[in-house]
């Protein structure tokens, strides 16, 4: 035990960046939603083990979500295809609080915004192919949860 506690600082110290978020999987802040919500993305997030994570995770407003948009200067389509954006040189995740369509929804977008990350890629092309990987884990956790529920059921 001693050794472990010993161990950990020495490690941290050590240890590249991306391996430090490898280890600590909170660094990141979630924002603008109940704890509940925010338990929900840090098990879908720790699910599709990202390669990179996000420094921050910001529900907003609509508006504020175009404001920010047009703070960062990104195109954001009026038609149904934005739900969330995210600025790749401060590893910022916005999301358009108002979009919000339960946690399936939250868990496909959140894991094309990773692809975004983790391929540091602007490119819609990029994001998804890092986003299929991650889907697949998200659809793991999704079955082992179901079975667990199923088990506590049958007792
Ligand atoms: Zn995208």
């Known amino acids: 035990?001693?050794?472990?506690?010993?161990?950990?600082?020495?490690?941290?110290?050590?240890?590249?960046?991306?391996?430090?978020?490898?280890?600590?999987?909170?660094?990141?802040?979630?924002?603008?939603?109940?704890?509940?919500?925010?338990?929900?993305?840090?098990?879908?997030?720790?699910?599709?083990?990202?390669?990179?994570l996000p420094y921050r995770i910001r529900f907003v407003p609509h508006w504020q979500y175009l404001y920010a948009a047009k703070v960062y200067q990104l195109h954001v389509p009026t038609g149904m295809g934005s739900k969330m954006f995210t600025h790749l040189p401060t590893r910022s995740v916005f999301v358009d609080a108002d979009r919000y369509d339960g946690q399936e929804w939250l868990?496909?977008?959140?894991?094309?915004?990773?692809?975004?990350l983790a391929t540091n890629s602007a490119s819609e092309e990029d994001a998804e192919r890092a986003a299929l990987e991650y889907r697949k884990r998200l659809q793991k956790l999704?079955?082992?949860?179901?079975?667990r529920k199923t088990l506590v059921g049958s007792r």
């Not at 600590?24 to 699910?47: C, F, L, P, S």
């Open 142 to 147: 999704r079955t082992s949860s179901a079975e």
């Open 1 to 52: 035990m001693k050794l472990t506690i010993w161990l950990v600082p020495f490690f941290l110290a050590i240890a590249p960046a991306a391996q430090i978020q490898a280890i600590n999987n909170d660094v990141y802040t979630v924002q603008g939603v109940t704890a509940e919500r925010e338990a929900v993305i840090r098990r879908q997030i720790q699910a599709m083990q990202p390669r990179v």
């Open 107 to 116: 868990g496909h977008w959140l894991a094309h915004e990773l692809g975004h």
